[in-house]
């Protein structure tokens, strides 16, 4: 029995597949869930939601949302969500810094939540482009054999 | 009446502005396909996130989250008013401008507004209305993210007991010649009362779910703080994107009528032309035989 996962923004339905195991970021920390899970709704904060499915693994950046888990389901609803794959990770890395340096300059309080929401934004997609170009270059030579 | 180079001059400015319009309703008409995709692709997070809420509002002993608390009576309301930012629609603003400040007279209490478009913002300001906040230039088809500035000055209103009540005013597409103004609720949010909500469109199955015993991490309150804000925020960007559908059509059908307006014009203005030329030949053959009969009774004379 696997699990039903599907990570859904109020923008698109990001993806809807069989896993064996979702590893989702919890409020209070990282949480696993397993086929036959207890009923549950979790708040998510944001950063990496990792969805094994076999040896394969599928890395997703979560930004804030809840999670609705049951025994067969896993449904994450998220504000915002993209696949590793869809990272640009220079981009990324210009609004850390653009938010950086905004922050520097101690906007007005409105700007300032805005440029902090900007940062974590960024900061969580750089760990997750980081952590699949790792994988990457971990597995290439096993495929150059 | 025109000389012949006049009514070219006309023939050729109709031409070039129909191409305009024509060009104009082609825009348009892929807006209104984008933007009704955009629409569709919420429903199954809203239909999750009422799933929830609704779940969450069924657990007894936790204090009612206070997006979900009603004043009563309702002292003053926001009115949230989707318009565009350009003309050149028909009567897409001017309806639903009518239908909010026909709902605010009906309200009994001062009514302040929120301003989604530049067309909305003017008709508001000549009217001397109450403006909170403005949000024009948003993309043809927005996005989430660009909603929810809007949506946070609402709720902010709402928990800041500004306003007791809040509603959404936009224009509800149904089909490319039909689009219908609508006044919906957005707060405070009622749970038990599907069909007041903006959302109710997308959301299938009002029933609790079966599996009521969830745990809650870290706890109910929480979450559902996190659920209600989120759930506000994705009904302004339903509302916004309902009105851009509406919008976009609009603007495709009065395109249309204007290319076809122009073609009727070209037509007529064709057949003065050759009217015109055809006479203007005529006179020439008249004056060309007129001078040759008088040539050849001078000759005949002679």
């Given at each position: 029995?696997?699990?039903?996962?599907?990570?859904?923004?109020?923008?698109?339905?990001?993806?809807?597949?069989?896993?064996?195991?979702?590893?989702?970021?919890?409020?209070?920390?990282?949480?696993?869930?397993l086929?036959?899970?207890?009923?549950?709704?979790?708040?998510l904060?944001?950063?990496?939601?990792?969805?094994?499915?076999?040896?394969?693994?599928?890395v997703?950046?979560?930004?804030?949302?809840?999670?609705?888990?049951?025994?067969?389901?896993?449904?994450?609803?998220?504000?915002v969500?993209?696949?590793?794959?869809?990272?640009?990770?220079?981009?990324?890395e210009?609004a850390?810094?653009?938010?950086?340096?905004?922050?520097?300059?101690?906007?007005?309080?409105?700007?300032?939540?805005?440029?902090i929401?900007?940062?974590?934004?960024?900061?969580?997609?750089?760990?997750?482009?980081?952590?699949?170009?790792?994988?990457?270059?971990?597995?290439?030579?096993?495929?150059?054999? | 009446?025109?000389?012949?180079?006049?009514?070219?001059?006309r023939?050729?400015?109709i031409?070039?502005?129909?191409?305009?319009?024509?060009?104009?309703?082609?825009?348009s008409?892929?807006?209104?396909?984008r933007?009704q995709?955009?629409?569709?692709?919420?429903?199954?997070?809203?239909?999750?996130?009422?799933?929830?809420?609704?779940?969450?509002?069924?657990?007894?002993?936790?204090?009612?989250?206070?997006?979900?608390?009603?004043?009563?009576?309702?002292?003053?309301?926001?009115?949230?008013l989707?318009?565009s930012?350009?003309?050149?629609?028909?009567?897409y603003n001017?309806?639903?401008?009518?239908?909010?400040?026909?709902?605010?007279?009906?309200?009994?209490v001062?009514?302040?507004?929120?301003?989604?478009?530049?067309?909305?913002?003017?008709?508001?300001?000549?009217?001397?209305?109450?403006?909170?906040?403005?949000?024009?230039?948003?993309?043809?088809?927005?996005?989430?993210?660009?909603?929810?500035?809007?949506?946070?000055?609402?709720?902010?209103?709402?928990?800041?007991?500004?306003?007791?009540?809040?509603?959404?005013?936009?224009?509800d597409?149904?089909?490319?010649?039909?689009?219908?103004?609508?006044?919906?609720?957005?707060?405070?949010?009622?749970?038990?009362?599907?069909?007041?909500?903006?959302?109710?469109?997308?959301?299938?199955?009002?029933?609790?779910a079966?599996?009521?015993?969830?745990?809650?991490?870290?706890?109910p309150?929480?979450?559902?703080?996190?659920v209600?804000?989120r759930?506000?925020?994705l009904?302004?960007?339903?509302a916004?994107?309902?009105?851009?559908?509406?919008e976009h059509?609009a603007?495709q059908?009065?395109?249309?009528?204007?290319?076809?307006?122009?073609?009727?014009?070209?037509?007529?203005l064709?057949?003065?032309?050759?009217?015109?030329?055809?006479?203007?030949?005529?006179?020439?053959?008249?004056?060309?035989?007129?001078?040759?009969?008088?040539?050849?009774?001078?000759?005949?004379?002679?």
């Amino acid at each position: 029995m696997g699990l039903q996962l599907s990570i859904v923004t109020p923008e698109r339905e990001l993806f809807t597949g069989e896993v064996d195991s979702v590893l989702a970021p919890g409020m209070d920390g990282e949480m696993g869930i397993l086929p036959r899970h207890a009923p549950l709704i979790a708040a998510l904060k944001e950063g990496v939601l990792i969805a094994r499915q076999g040896e394969e693994e599928m890395v997703f950046a979560v930004h804030g949302g809840y999670m609705q888990v049951l025994p067969d389901r896993v449904i994450v609803l998220a504000d915002v969500a993209e696949r590793a794959e869809e990272i640009d990770i220079e981009r990324a890395e210009a609004a850390r810094r653009r938010a950086e340096e905004l922050l520097k300059k101690e906007p007005p309080p409105e700007m300032r939540a805005e440029a902090i929401a900007a940062l974590r934004r960024s900061l969580v997609r750089l760990r997750v482009a980081r952590r699949r170009r790792y994988r990457i270059e971990s597995e290439r030579p096993e495929s150059s054999d | 009446m025109e000389t012949l180079r006049e009514i070219r001059r006309r023939i050729r400015s109709i031409r070039n502005l129909s191409q305009v319009t024509r060009a104009l309703e082609a825009v348009s008409a892929s807006n209104v396909q984008r933007a009704q995709a955009a629409v569709l692709a919420t429903r199954p997070y809203a239909h999750r996130a009422w799933e929830v809420i609704v779940n969450l509002a069924g657990i007894k002993g936790i204090p009612l989250h206070p997006l979900l608390v009603h004043r009563d009576p309702p002292r003053s309301a926001l009115i949230v008013l989707f318009t565009s930012d350009r003309g050149l629609c028909g009567a897409y603003n001017s309806h639903i401008i009518k239908v909010a400040t026909d709902f605010a007279q009906r309200l009994d209490v001062p009514v302040r507004y929120i301003a989604v478009g530049r067309r909305g913002r003017d008709a508001l300001w000549r009217m001397r209305a109450e403006l909170v906040a403005e949000f024009t230039g948003l993309p043809a088809v927005p996005g989430f993210l660009d909603l929810s500035p809007v949506a946070r000055a609402a709720i902010e209103e709402f928990l800041e007991g500004r306003a007791d009540e809040v509603f959404l005013a936009y224009t509800d597409y149904i089909n490319l010649l039909q689009q219908r103004p609508v006044v919906r609720r957005l707060l405070p949010l009622r749970p038990t009362r599907l069909d007041e909500q903006a959302v109710s469109e997308y959301v299938v199955d009002m029933r609790p779910a079966p599996v009521a015993d969830y745990i809650y991490e870290p706890d109910p309150e929480t979450v559902l703080s996190t659920v209600l804000p989120r759930f506000t925020e994705l009904q302004v960007y339903q509302a916004a994107l309902e009105a851009a559908t509406s919008e976009h059509a609009a603007r495709q059908v009065a395109m249309r009528n204007a290319t076809d307006n122009a073609e009727d014009l070209l037509r007529d203005l064709t057949l003065t032309r050759n009217k015109a030329r055809q006479r203007m030949i005529t006179r020439e053959l008249l004056d060309i035989a007129g001078g040759a009969e008088a040539l050849r009774q001078l000759e005949a004379r002679q």
